[in-house]
Every structure is written in structure tokens, then in C-alpha cells.
């Protein structure tokens, strides 16, 4: 099992930054991709970006220039640094995890149905 926790959400005006951070716990060797999703009030949730264990990573259009995903293994801990913000960005944002990349992940790196473990969420929102 694996267990990740988020942080770093909060308030900022539109064209701020900020950083989440996802830390992950247990049997974090069996997590073969992490990633961050976001659901806003009403709307459907939506793959932001996705890193796999050879770091190679996927965004969703509407982040790409603006959002960094990063992994670092030795802290078991997934960042997600948002700069650029728009008050679009403006959601509930969730780490997850895949420990079988079978179930999915292959076939698309940003789909949720992949993704087994999940963090409770941190929100984030950008005022205009």
C-alpha cells in the first residue's frame, strides 16, 4: 500500500506561483508513475501531469508552459510547481499513485481510472 498526502495549496492572484508538494509513504518502491489531477466545483476531474519511473512526463494542454512535475525518489516526494496561474486553475488538487500500470496507464498517462492510490486534496485558488 501506498499512502500520499498533499500540501501547498492556498490563495493567490492571478500570474502568482505556487508549489504542491505530495509526500508518499509505505511501500512507496511499488509506486510506478505519481501524478496530479484537479476538480473544480461542477466539473469533471482533469489529468494535470503525470511522472513515470524513468521521468518521463505528460501534461493536459492547458498547462503545458506553466506547470513542472518533478519526482524526488529520495524523499518519496511529487512537487507540482504551478507559475502562470489563472483563475481557471482554480480547484481541488489530488496526488495519486499507480502500482500497476497494467490497469491503464500505458494507454493514457493523465486518466484517472490508472491511478489506485489517492491523497485527500489540497485547494488551490487564483483570484483575478
Known amino acids: 500500500q501506498v499512502q500520499v498526502v498533499e500540501s501547498g495549496g492556498g490563495s493567490v492572484q492571478a500570474g502568482g506561483s505556487l508549489r504542491l508538494s505530495c509526500a508518499a509513504s509505505?511501500?512507496?518502491?511499488?509506486?510506478?508513475?505519481m501524478g496530479w489531477f484537479r476538480q473544480a466545483p461542477g466539473k469533471e476531474r482533469e489529468g494535470v501531469a503525470a511522472?513515470?519511473?524513468?521521468?518521463?512526463?505528460n501534461y493536459a494542454d492547458s498547462v503545458k508552459g506553466r506547470f513542472t512535475i518533478s519526482r524526488d525518489n529520495a524523499k518519496n516526494t511529487l512537487y507540482l510547481q504551478m507559475s502562470s496561474l489563472k483563475p481557471e486553475d482554480t480547484a481541488m488538487y489530488y496526488c495519486?499513485?499507480?502500482?500497476?500500470?497494467?490497469?491503464?496507464?500505458?494507454?493514457?498517462?493523465?486518466?484517472?481510472?490508472?491511478?489506485?492510490?489517492w491523497g485527500p486534496g489540497t485547494q488551490v485558488t487564483v483570484s483575478s
Open positions: 509505505g511501500n512507496t518502491y511499488s509506486a510506478y508513475a
Open positions: 511522472v513515470d519511473s524513468d521521468g518521463s512526463t
Open positions: 495519486a499513485a499507480v502500482t500497476d500500470p497494467s490497469r491503464g496507464f500505458f494507454n493514457n498517462p493523465l486518466g484517472g481510472d490508472a491511478y489506485d492510490h
